[in-house]
């Protein structure tokens, strides 16, 4: 049994996905759902004990061993990224039946399960496969799911939002595939290890060249990377709560995973950072992504695109630390995979619990008046994670922050330390916005009393102590993206 | 008996008067009560820490190697007995002040006010840079809800200006300062002589402490000053405890604690020579500003501001007898302006007054909250016989001792200011017809609280010996 948990992790949501299907019963696919998340959180959990105790685990899938069969790696990265999505999904299951229940149709409800468990499925299979077509195959199945699961949305624009997703997620897994097939045509080879062994042999670079280019852009589309970040905000402000609230904690975090595999694990660093401008590029665009994204965000007053203009800035600080590519940096880098997941992931879950005592789609900034009166605990959850959005000591946002700091200080880049915090103070302007809206702006009459259900409101403070537990506690956290640094810098080949 | 107690009583404190809202009597008695335990146990620690001994409590471990540590020394002891001392006095005072004008949220502010003591505690017991700099932070945002506590259009202008340069300045400023002395020296911990001897050159040290100074806006050097007259809007018990002896006290500490043991007074004095200008700039330009408002609550925000700079600028002299000097000052400006804001509130509860130009004979309507405002004010000119004169007395010696006469002339041009600004406001009081009439002194707790600060002042000046022998086992 054991050794057969890197397979299980994708499979049982992969299961049951299709038995919701048929099932077609609403209790049944929550039950379901609920079940696959916490034994996902179980495994990866096992996983990364295992791999931080024992070392990798290879796991050939069908005994055909690698590189000829496929190949399911876990190292100190995958695990890392494993535990972030499955974490989330743990929070996220037991929050979804009453807000699936309040905001989606209800024929249409049991597809938003086994969307949802698609998604998950694919999600984990991304981070867990040690093969380059395998990883297709899953960023595609989780790709899918999740415009389906924005297009369920309850609002009208959300069909244009998933259909605008689609188009740019297509392009960007269309991109991905064609960079795959030159690397293959190359070496001969689709799994990762296997493929980095190779390339160094290759006689000519131009196809390579062009195969990392072609994975740059394609995955840079997947991950919102400024300024390929147009499809996010339509689609995290228009798809469900729980749908936002998932997507935004792992969605884009999955992504930045397979670029750091790709320019870790199968190119060699060395050239990719010190022959092409790759640190100029990723700088360049991740301070942009830091400063534009967080203006705009100031001045929207749609609260749940005021976020998602948020991420798109906070993904900024995640590609900033493989720009940096130091140790320090990638540690920030990786740790704000799973600090930026926790953060955004309350953030959306309260905001669909302040939307659901609304009664209305759309949360605006005057939506929000008077919350901490009306709901207070959700008031205090949205401040503390906005804090840690901010990141004020005491919260995970902090943590990533230091790492960052350090690290750019240590390449001597003063201005790159200058623009980090010129943002944090841009980010404390959209979250005092919000902040200010809660407490300082008094209660429309007409406006609803008391909390979100208890399930909900559960599921979103628990994450928002987590964003607090990761400021104070973080021997797992900065811990492990410390150990998956080292890692990526020793090389993964 | 852990130092950790400090902290956990005032935080317990807070949710039982949360817990306890809808019975105020009881919420009032919980707020004197862990008010009055906290300040036991800061007592209780004095004879240990005077011994030499220097009490520990690691709470855990942040980042590797960094750790949040909390250790008591005498210049946070000092800091501590202030803070929870006058938090008991305060405590009385504000239930004479809320019931009176009738605040609405009072639960709120009492819980608030219980927190943002245990953050200024937290500050006075960091064991080092980062958890000063947790706390430090904490204490902005808790007290941000007790500066809007109105709720109105002014507290919401007042709440952006003073959370926009509180955490902007500490985001810009002290946070890089931080990481750039991990960065260098490999430690944030305090230790005596201070940790960047010989880790970083002359004008690096230079602009290092620039960051460090404007960093911890709550020290209020200018042009980092604006956050405390805007964190006037709040009501005046917040004003009198947070706004002249926790908030801007955590700041002049926190600048203490970093240039005697980061820097370390030995180290880099000449990255040191361009502190006692800004300093002084500070102590002149808030006084000429205090000389033209008319807002009673204003003219003493401004007092502060320039006042606080007197302990910048003792700090920056480099003595040991300055240093001393800065010590004893953060503990006479805080029983001398607390009694000053306490007369204020007073006067606003019982007279409804708040411009200096109405204050007219009222001295001979309130007796005893004016005989107490004199008091404060001698203290901030530094007159005997009041706590003021005996840590400017320091002061000066110690810029004589350094041949300082830039601060020689601040001081004695800021004293003369001093007392331009507070004199004609006695004069008014107890000299000018009266106008108006039909009040007499505010409820009497209040004016019991303002008595009791007013005589602690009087006895600082003639006991200085505990304060004293804190001020100088420093280093």
Redesign the interface.
């Known amino acids: 049994m054991l050794e057969h948990l890197a397979a299980l992790i994708v499979v049982v949501p992969l299961v049951a996905a299709p038995l919701i299907v048929l099932v077609r019963s609403r209790r049944f696919a929550w039950i379901a759902t609920t079940a696959a998340s916490y034994l996902s959180l179980l495994f990866s959990v096992q996983l990364f004990w295992r791999v931080a105790t024992l070392g990798p685990v290879s796991y050939a899938i069908g005994s055909w061993a690698p590189p000829w069969g496929i190949e399911y790696r876990v190292d100190a990265l995958s695990s890392f990224v494993l535990v972030a999505v499955s974490l989330t999904a743990s929070f996220v299951a037991p929050y979804a039946q009453r807000s699936i229940a309040r905001e989606v149709a209800r024929d249409r409800q049991y597809l938003m399960y086994a969307m949802y468990c698609l998604c998950l499925s694919g999600l984990l299979g991304i981070a867990i496969t040690g093969d380059a077509f395998n990883l297709f195959v899953f960023l595609e199945i989780s790709s899918l799911a999740s415009y389906v699961l924005v297009a369920l949305g309850p609002r009208r624009q959300s069909l244009m939002a998933a259909y605008q997703y689609m188009l740019m997620g297509t392009v960007g897994a269309t991109f991905y595939v064609i960079g795959v097939g030159l690397l293959y045509l190359m070496t001969g080879t689709l799994n990762l290890a296997d493929m980095a062994q190779r390339l160094p042999g290759v006689p000519d670079v131009r196809p390579v060249l062009v195969a990392l280019a072609f994975i740059t852009v394609g995955i840079g589309l997947k991950l919102a990377l400024f300024p390929l970040h147009q499809w996010l905000p339509n689609a995290y402000a228009y798809a469900p709560s729980m749908a936002t609230a998932f997507l935004a904690a792992t969605a884009t975090k999955v992504s930045v995973y397979v670029l750091l595999r790709f320019y870790f694990g199968v190119f060699d660093p060395a050239r990719l950072f010190e022959h092409l401008p790759t640190r100029e590029v990723f700088v360049a665009l991740s301070l942009a992504a830091m400063v534009a994204a967080s203006l705009v965000a100031v001045f929207e007053q749609d609260v749940k695109r005021l976020f998602a203009y948020s991420s798109v800035a906070q993904i900024g600080y995640i590609t900033l630390g493989i720009g940096v590519d130091n140790q320090a940096s990638l540690t920030g880098s990786i740790v704000h995979l799973l600090n930026h997941g926790v953060t955004k992931g309350a953030i959306f879950l309260l905001l669909g619990g302040v939307a659901l005592r609304a009664g209305a789609a759309a949360v605006r900034l005057e939506t929000l008046a008077g919350l901490g009166r009306r709901m207070p605990l959700t008031a205090l959850g949205l401040a503390l994670a906005g ?1 840690s959005l ?5 919260t995970a946002g902090f ?1 990533t ?2 790492y960052l ?2 690290g750019a ?2 390449r001597g880049w003063w201005w790159v ?1 200058a623009a980090i ?2 943002s ?2 841009i980010a ?1 302007a959209y979250v ?1 916005r919000v902040l ?1 809206a809660a ?2 702006r ?1 209660p429309a009459a007409s406006a609803a009393r008391g909390e979100a259900p208890a399930p909900m409101l559960a599921a979103g403070m628990a994450m928002t102590a987590l964003c607090v537990y990761f ?5 797992f956290s ?2 492990g993206a ?1 150990d998956a640094a080292a890692l990526l810098l020793r090389g993964l080949r | 008996m852990s130092l950790a107690a400090c902290l956990i009583i005032p935080a317990a404190g807070a949710a039982l008067i949360a817990a306890c809202g809808r019975r105020p009597n009881v919420r009032e008695a919980i707020s004197l009560a862990s008010a009055a335990a906290t300040f036991a146990l800061a007592v209780l620690f004095t004879p240990e820490v005077l011994r030499g001994e220097r009490p520990r409590a690691v709470l ?5 190697g960094l750790e ?1 540590v909390l250790e008591l020394e005498p210049l946070g002891l000092l800091f501590a007995l202030i803070a929870s001392g006058l938090w008991f006095v305060s405590a009385v005072y504000s239930i004479g002040y809320m019931r009176g004008n009738r605040e609405e949220n009072q639960t709120r502010f009492y819980a608030c006010f219980a927190l943002a003591i245990g953050s200024a505690l937290g500050v006075a017991l960091a064991g080092n840079l ?1 958890t000063l ?2 706390f430090y ?2 204490l902005t ?1 808790i007290t941000w ?1 007790l500066v ?1 506590h109105h ?1 109105d259009d002014d ?2 202008r007042g ?2 200006t003073y ?2 340069l509180l ?2 300045s500490s ?2 400023f002290l ?2 300062a931080l ?2 002395t ?2 260098q020296a490999g430690t944030l911990d305090f230790r005596p002589g201070g940790i960047l001897a010989g880790r970083v050159s002359g004008w690096e040290a230079s602009g290092l402490l620039a960051l460090y100074v404007f960093g911890i806006g709550k020290a209020a050097l200018m042009p980092i000053h604006r956050w405390l007259p805007a964190a006037m809007v709040a009501p005046t018990p917040v004003s009198a405890l947070l706004h002249a002896v926790a908030v801007v006290k955590a700041g002049v500490f926190a600048v203490l604690k970093v240039v005697i043991y980061v820097f370390g007074l030995e180290f880099a004095r000449e990255s040191f020579a361009w502190l006692p200008w800004v300093a002084g700039l500070t102590i002149v330009a808030a006084s000429v500003v205090a000389l033209r408002s008319d807002n009673l609550k204003r003219r003493l925000a401004y007092s502060t501001v320039s006042q606080l700079s007197y302990v910048v600028l003792a700090a920056a002299i480099l003595t040991p007898l300055s240093v001393a000097g800065a010590a004893l000052h953060i503990a006479a400006h805080a029983v001398g302006k607390i009694t000053l804001f306490f007369a204020a509130g007073a006067i606003y509860t019982a007279a409804h007054k708040t411009e200096v130009s109405e204050l007219d004979g009222i001295g001979r309507r309130m007796p005893w909250t004016l005989a107490a405002f004199g008091v404060g004010a001698l203290s901030m000119i530094g007159l005997p016989p009041a706590a003021g004169f005996v840590s400017k007395w320091f002061i000066v010696s110690g810029a004589l001792e350094a041949g300082q006469w830039l601060a020689l002339g601040v001081i004695t041009v800021s004293t003369l200011l001093n007392a331009g600004y507070f004199l004609p406001i006695l004069y008014r009081a107890f000299f000018k017809a009266s106008q108006g009439a039909g009040h007499g002194e505010a409820p009497a707790t209040m004016v019991a609280a303002l008595v009791a600060t007013a005589a602690l002042t009087v006895l600082m000046f003639f006991f200085a010996d505990l304060p004293l022998a804190l001020a100088r086992s420093l280093r």
């Open positions: 804090l901010v990141g004020v000591p005491g943590i922050k230091w700091v350090v200080l240590e330390v915090l010129a944090s103070l404390l005092w200010e407490y300082l008094p400021g104070f506690e973080t021997s900065a811990g410390a | 855990g471990e942040m980042l590797p949040l980062l700099y947790l932070e904490a945002l809800p809007t709720g507290a919401r709440g952006r959370l926009a955490l902007g985001i810009l946070l890089p990481a750039i991990w960065w």
